[in-house]
């Protein structure tokens, strides 16, 4: 099991990592809202592995036959793998690559508020908020707490579909199906 949680989960991780450097250096052209966009579809594009590792490690290695909660662990693997690279490249992007990110996406937050139309006050009010969130963004844990919350939903609700999906239970000898 192991290897395939590994074999898929590393290349889950490398699609979510190679879209989000692939993505940077159009972030000012694309904007937040349509990063957005193209960061959940990577990560659909990234947790179809889910699927694929679960139905491969069915077929090769359990023997055509798994159960719904053999199927949700490997999925779950290949999930925390993906979304572990996933941390690991925004930390090394957010520190490295794009210390600024805050500022911008609080500028963007706050200029978003303004054209919809906001008050004066709470247009105070979101950028109080955001002054907030920054200070707390800088907190590593923080960080990384916010940022597995980006993808790991998603992978999650990969990694229930694809067990129900490819689920097999073992037949009980004597005991006709149907």
Same mark, same amino acid.
């Given at each position: 099991?192991?290897?395939?949680?590994?074999?898929?989960?590393?290349?889950?991780?490398?699609?979510?990592?190679?879209?989000?450097?692939?993505?940077?250096?159009?972030?000012?052209?694309?904007?937040?809202?349509?990063?957005?966009?193209?960061?959940?579809?990577?990560?659909?594009?990234?947790?179809?592995?889910?699927?694929?590792?679960?139905?491969? =490690? %069915?077929?090769?290695?359990?023997?055509?036959?798994?159960?719904?909660?053999?199927?949700?662990? /490997? *999925? &779950?693997?290949? @999930?925390?793998?993906?979304?572990?690279?996933?941390?690991?490249?925004?930390?090394?992007?957010?520190?490295?690559?794009?210390?600024?990110?805050?500022?911008?996406?609080?500028?963007?937050?706050?200029?978003?508020?303004?054209?919809?139309?906001?008050?004066?006050?709470?247009?105070?009010?979101?950028?109080?908020?955001?002054?907030?969130?920054?200070?707390? =963004? %800088?907190?590593?844990?923080?960080?990384?707490?916010?940022?597995?919350?980006?993808?790991?939903? /998603? *992978? &999650?609700?990969? @990694?229930?579909?694809?067990?129900?999906?490819?689920?097999?239970?073992?037949?009980?000898?004597?005991?006709?199906?149907?």
């Amino acid at each position: 099991m192991r290897k395939f949680v590994l074999t898929y989960g590393l290349i889950a991780g490398a699609i979510l990592s190679l879209s989000m450097l692939g993505s940077l250096p159009f972030m000012e052209r694309i904007g937040f809202d349509y990063g957005m966009v193209i960061g959940y579809t990577s990560m659909v594009a990234a947790f179809l592995m889910v699927y694929f590792g679960i139905r491969s =490690y %069915r077929d090769q290695a359990a023997g055509g036959r798994i159960g719904f909660g053999r199927a949700f662990v /490997v *999925g &779950l693997g290949i @999930t925390l793998i993906g979304t572990v690279c996933y941390v690991a490249t925004w930390q090394f992007v957010y520190h490295r690559m794009a210390p600024d990110f805050m500022e911008k996406y609080s500028a963007y937050t706050i200029e978003k508020a303004r054209k919809s139309g906001a008050t004066e006050a709470q247009i105070a009010a979101q950028k109080k908020e955001m002054a907030e969130f920054a200070e707390m =963004y %800088r907190n590593p844990l923080v960080n990384i707490a916010f940022t597995l919350l980006e993808p790991l939903p /998603v *992978g &999650l609700l990969f @990694t229930g579909v694809s067990a129900f999906v490819l689920s097999r239970p073992r037949r009980v000898a004597g005991v006709v199906p149907g």
